[in-house]
């Protein structure tokens, strides 16, 4: 059997625009936000700064785009100390193969679990928890070998076993088993003590981007899983916390742990801090206000929110590590409610949504979105922009009355009555401001009884996943390989978790199995081009900007953009507003 070892064929770059560090926006895969989530606000526009920042801080130098710079420290870390972290939002549960992986979530998820790959700065899949991961021939059979003595937070040794017994879970839990579907896993054996089998339905060469990814890349000791009420006090990985405290609504404490696996490039033992606080702190102008605050214990803050981002540069006396990618802010039309099982009606809203007026309303700078994948990705499609419905009042006008006037219109209202509209997002200011732009403009139509509502994140995301939506507002893509996160959303809505649109085309299922199942970037390119466009056809989505994300900090606090893998490879930043606290340090210079 002729093996493959994973290299960059398979590896899917980042895009990421370098730029010298100057002195002055998960799972569901990675940059990690790959199961979507409540709407992302955006701003890529970085000013430059005037005050002097430490080393590894980022600092961009174009009015267009937001630039992220990943170096290699040039400190030495410092151990001792806690980081409080400012959540955007709650996270409802530590369940690997159930629960959502928002940006919130995976920041707490890295710091007690692991997982088995990683990406790298260059965007090429590298080992993390594994040692080595081969394919064979036609890419139906991946093994993967652990590394050694590798042992979870409860002295358990981590092995092959560990990683069969977890497969259960994946394929039941809301947060795998999308994954599970969408890499074609059916099996998962163990060989020996270190030597896990994959076996999968057809070939697939992005299995890779799956075991980086939250749902089947997470690794948890699938014993104490099954004991589930004692889990969500003390769920147990092999990261390098451990959950001292549970506060839902109010704090979650991770402390060291002192058996972790992993040293830095010069043997030093991670992680370097004491513990991690996580404070979700819905609000966003509360949660700068508690980072720039001298009363409040709050030294790092994360957002997705342009509005924000802007505000953060007004500040003086913190850091701003920014990061801009392809995620994408935009709504979705739940087509199994009329009359969203309409294309008229769709394409008619898509019509009518007047994309820089709501960029506006985000924050008021923003790379206009067309579809999954931003300009300067190998994967951005210029067939896919031009097939995008950009505004056209009056002629979204004209086929929304089209529909309006059919006898047989879906919804079962009379010819000439209006159509219904639940427009949802959460509650947060700029987000309201946005959706109410959409609102304003459908309602002039004179066609559109709009009726906006808003929810917290989590409840916003339940919503979407069980279907209980009409119009709602969503981010999804990422950094990672883009067949790996638009499958999931394109598989038969019974067996995919984020196929919120409900709707299902088997010549896009087809398109993604065809890109799976080849290396050939080119090929890969002309599939992804396919799908995006015949998407924008089919009026699923309407876009809004790319999502520019910020960790912002105090100054002492170090490493954010320069955490490396076990190989000593540098890392993804914080790219969607998470980075790994195993390697962030607190200076006391």
Known sequence: MRQRRVASALAIPLVLAFVAASCGSDDSSGGDTDTGGE?????????????????????????????TSVVESTETPEYGGTVTVGLEAETTGLRPWEDIGSASYVNIAHTIFDRLMARNVDGEYEPYLAERLESNADFTEWTMTLRP?????????????????????????????????????????????????????????????????AGLGTVFDPVAAADEAAWADNPIGTGPFVLEKRD??????????????????????????????????????????????????????????AATIGDAR????????????????????????????????????????????????LGGIGEPGTHWQAPGS????????????????????????????DPARSDGKSPGAKIDVDLQCPPDPTLIAAMQVIQQVWTQSELVNVNLTQFDQQTH???????????????????????????NYLAPPETATLNVSNYFDQQLVDWVAEGSATADLATRQDLYSNIMTKMNELALWSYYAHTATLIATTPDVKGLVNWTLPSGSLGTGVEDAITRWSDVWISQG
Not at 39 to 67: L, R
Request: net charge negative; charged share 20%; with cysteine.
């Open 248 to 305: 839902i609504n109010n704090e979650t404490i991770v402390v060291k742990n002192p058996n972790y696996w992993r040293t830095d490039a010069d043997g030093m033992q991670l992680p370097y801090l004491d513990s991690v606080s996580f404070r979700p702190i819905p609000d966003e102008g509360t949660r700068l206000n508690a980072l720039v605050s001298d009363s409040d214990p709050v030294n790092a803050m994360m957002t997705l929110r």
């Open 149 to 213: 003595g590798v042992s979870f937070s409860n002295g358990s040794a981590l092995t092959a076993q560990s990683i069969a017994d977890m497969f259960p879970f994946q394929q039941e839990g809301s947060s795998a088993s999308g994954a599970v579907v969408s890499s074609n896993l059916i099996a998962v054996e163990a060989v020996d003590d270190l030597t896990v089998k994959y076996t999968l339905s057809a070939p697939t060469t992005t299995f890779p981007s799956f075991l980086e990814g």
């Open 314 to 361: 007004g500040k003086s006396g913190i850091t701003l590590n920014e990061a801009s990618g392809n995620e994408v802010q935009a709504h979705f039309y739940n087509t199994l409610r009329p009359p969203f099982d309409d294309l008229r009606v769709r394409q008619a809203l898509n019509k009518m949504t007047a994309q820089d007026n709501v960029i506006e309303a």
């Open 39 to 67: 709407i992302a606000t955006v701003d890529d526009t970085t000013a430059v700064e005037d005050t002097e920042a430490p080393d590894d801080a980022v600092t961009a130098t174009t009015e267009e785009k937001v630039q």
């Open 378 to 405: 190998p994967y951005w499609s210029q067939a896919a922009a031009d097939a995008y419905l950009g505004f056209d009042f009056e002629a979204g006008r004209a086929l929304l009355q089209e529909y309006i006037d």
């Open 461 to 487: 995301i339940d919503m979407a996943l069980n279907d209980d939506t009409g119009v709602h507002c969503w981010r999804m893509s990422g950094q990672g390989d883009p067949f790996g996160t638009v499958g």
